[in-house]
């Protein structure tokens, strides 16, 4: 009787390591197709949506606003990381190229606009004089149609910034998962 129990738990040991020799293989070929995956190159069509609902709802408000950016290749995030480092200019991102919801079609900024279509970067700025600052209520706005507002940010505040992430990490972005992987 003990010879047969030692064979069954080895057999169940043989069975369960071939089951997990094939389950370990297959992850490391998934994980080898995510990397080969292409970089986005445009916004989500979700956040597209979401661009042009939040334009359309700050209009309902009394804000024009116009977007300011969306999409970004890895080679404009890294131009854009250069600004106030190696290149001239202000600061205006803390990340490098792929470090960026931005680099994934996942995000986009906003500004206000005035009265003769120039940009306004006024963050307290009530146009429609409700007693509320105009880029607050359009980060409101953003936040209900299911963005995240850079302005909530602890460490680094980014009040053009709306971003929606489906759960995904920038490292799982720079993996290969999409939101479609999420969303299935």
């Known amino acids: 009787m003990k010879q047969l129990k030692t064979a069954f738990s080895v057999l169940f040991l043989l069975v369960l390591g071939g089951f997990s020799f094939i389950w370990i293989q297959r992850e490391m070929e998934f994980?080898?197709?995510?990397?080969q995956r292409p970089m986005p190159s445009g916004l989500h069509p979700i956040i597209?949506?979401?661009r042009d609902e939040l334009?359309?709802?700050?209009?309902?408000?009394?804000i024009d606003i116009i977007i300011t950016d969306g999409f970004r290749s890895r080679d404009e995030?890294?131009?854009?990381?250069a600004q106030g480092r190696s290149a001239p200019g202000n600061v205006v991102t803390?990340?490098?190229?792929?470090?960026?919801?931005?680099?994934?079609?996942?995000?986009?900024?906003?500004?206000?606009?005035?009265?003769?279509?120039?940009?306004v970067w006024d963050i307290e700025r009530d146009v429609n004089r409700?007693?509320?600052?105009?880029?607050?209520?359009?980060?409101?706005?953003?936040?209900e149609?299911?963005?995240?507002?850079?302005?909530?940010?602890?460490?680094?505040?980014?009040?053009?910034h709306l971003e929606m992430t489906f759960g995904l990490s920038i490292k799982e972005l720079q993996e290969g998962y999409r939101p479609e992987d999420v969303m299935d």
């Open 55 to 62: 334009v359309r709802l700050a209009s309902a408000a009394g």
């Open 145 to 160: 149609l299911g963005f995240s507002w850079g302005g909530d940010w602890r460490r680094f505040k980014d009040y053009p």
């Open 94 to 119: 803390q990340v490098q190229g792929g470090g960026s919801y931005h680099n994934y079609g996942l995000a986009i900024d906003f500004a206000l606009r005035d009265g003769n279509g120039g940009v």
């Open 130 to 143: 409700n007693g509320e600052s105009d880029w607050f209520e359009v980060a409101a706005i953003g936040k």
């Open 77 to 81: 995030q890294d131009r854009l990381h």
């Open 31 to 35: 994980r080898e197709e995510l990397k």
């Open 48 to 50: 597209e949506e979401k």
